[in-house]
T-cell receptor, first 112, second 113 residues
């Protein structure tokens, strides 16, 4: 059965810390992996990853995909309170009846 | 450029009733997908529409249905509501299926009492 597992489920850090969020997957005919940030309701797009080993970077956030070991990580450096959110990982395959399978998310809380 | 618009924002219904939720995608986006989000299950895929045709369907009972109109607006309907249907229902649109990810709406918070 196709699945996406995120870890940890929740995380509490202090401002300035660096965090690493994990996403592992088992999906038939992998096409892409996406990271989203959800603060209140609408998840907002962070990264789309399709190739192994190529880091995507946006400010203090970066992400990389390992298609051999079937996982991705999302790094946030110098965390700020505004980074507090649920971080969602979604994977797209080409079989089954879904478009993207989402993990349950990692809830990050950054304390001042 | 307007984002994805979902209405209503909040809804309270009683068991047994039915509900219709609406989603207007970003102009030019022809693919609309619906997800149910609950604290324990995360985002669960309901269905995807493209050019008025349902392309994919998740593992939800037949009480959950949807449709898409010629202007790409989409509606989802839930009949015979159950307490467990209480959730945030998110709609997402994309400009091409499978290539550019989603833009999500703010969702409709449905509470069934």
């Amino acid at each position: 059965e196709d699945k996406v597992v995120q870890s940890p489920l929740s995380l509490v850090v202090h401002e300035g810390d660096t965090v690493t969020l994990n996403c592992s997957y088992e999906v038939t005919n992998f096409r892409s992996l996406l990271w989203y940030k959800q603060e209140k309701k609408a998840p907002t797009f962070l990264f789309m990853l399709t190739s192994s080993g190529i880091e995507k970077k946006s400010g203090r956030l970066s992400s990389i995909l390992d298609k051999k070991e079937l996982f991705s990580i999302l790094n946030i450096t110098a965390t700020q309170t505004g980074d507090s959110a649920i971080y969602l990982c979604a994977v797209e395959g080409t079989s089954g009846t879904y478009k993207y399978i989402f993990g349950t998310g990692t809830r990050l809380k950054v304390l001042a | 450029k307007a984002g994805v618009t979902q209405t209503p924002r909040y809804l309270i219904k009683t068991r047994g009733q039915q509900v219709t939720l609406s989603c207007s995608p970003i102009s030019g986006h022809r693919s609309v997908s619906w997800y149910q989000q609950t604290p324990g299950q995360g985002l669960q895929f309901l269905f995807e529409y493209f050019s008025e045709t349902q392309r994919n369907k998740g593992n939800f009972p037949g009480r959950f249905s949807g449709r898409q109109f010629s202007n790409s607006r989409s509606e989802m309907n839930v009949s015979t509501l159950e307490l467990g249907d209480s959730a945030l229902y998110l709609c997402a649109s994309s400009s091409r299926t499978a290539n550019y990810g989603y833009t999500f709406g703010s969702g409709t918070r449905l509470t069934v009492v």
